[in-house]
């Protein structure tokens, strides 16, 4: 069964950094893209943007270029997404998932339970 | 970027009831369109893609149906288990894959 485990909750100063880990398993690791996907309180979802687990490439959503980073371990099937220079509206969950055919862009199935990140002074 | 538009933000519905859920594209997605369920506390749970294609272990009474820029889910006969937010998802171009703002089932 495809699961995706993520870290547990972050609580953060506006400024730092926070790196959410995403650990896959039941499938082939380097065969599916992963997704990250947002969600801040009471409000809907925004991609942010993809990581190949295959070649480490990535592409990322406009709103986060330069300030968000997706990296993987091939030897532990882990995918992580580094956010920096953190405000309170990055104040949400975060969600990896992974896309729903080998080797493609399309749905997200299945996610990650979600990391509650938290900025504040 | 294409916007998704889903309508109405919140539906009230009687167990054992219909609902229907709508969702627009600001241009066409063919069929590359997808609907999730996120029930509170959880991550989004994937129902149907290509529009219309159920997910492995979804139940019969979700359906979904359009094409273009005009998409439909409907749940027939809604149980307890279904009271939840829905989501729908275009991935016919992008970056950014993009979603609706959800449409909350709650019970009437």
């Known amino acids: 069964q495809v699961h995706l485990v993520q870290s547990g909750a972050e609580v953060k100063n506006p400024g730092a950094s926070v790196k959410v880990s995403c650990k896959a398993s039941g499938y082939t690791f380097t065969a599916y893209f992963i997704h990250w996907v947002r969600q801040a309180p009471g409000q809907g979802l925004e991609w942010m943007g993809w990581?190949?687990?295959?070649?480490?490439?990535?592409n990322y959503a406009q709103n986060f270029q330069g300030r968000v980073t997706m990296t993987r371990d091939t030897s532990t099937s882990t995918v992580y997404m580094e956010l920096t220079r953190l405000t309170s509206d990055d104040t949400a969950i975060y969600f990896c998932?992974?896309?729903?055919?080998?080797?493609?862009?399309?749905?997200?199935?299945?996610w990650g339970q979600g990391t509650s990140l938290t900025v504040s002074s | 970027e294409i916007v998704m538009t889903q309508s109405p933000a919140t539906v009230s519905v009687s167990p054992g009831e219909r609902a229907t859920l709508s969702c627009r594209a600001s241009q066409s997605v063919m069929t590359n369109l997808a609907w999730y369920q996120q029930r509170p506390g959880q991550a989004p749970r994937l129902l149907i893609y290509?529009?219309?294609t159920r997910a492995t272990g979804i139940p019969a009474r979700f359906s979904g149906s359009g094409s273009g820029t005009e998409f439909t889910l409907t749940i027939s006969s809604l149980q307890s288990e279904d009271f939840a937010v829905y989501y729908c998802?275009?991935?016919?171009?992008?970056?950014?894959?993009?979603f609706g703002q959800g449409t909350k089932v709650e019970i009437k």
């Open positions: 998932a992974r896309d729903g055919y080998k080797d493609a862009l399309v749905w997200f199935d299945p």
């Open positions: 290509g529009a219309s």
């Open positions: 998802q275009q991935y016919e171009k992008w970056p950014p894959w993009t």
């Open positions: 990581i190949n687990p295959n070649s480490g490439g990535t």
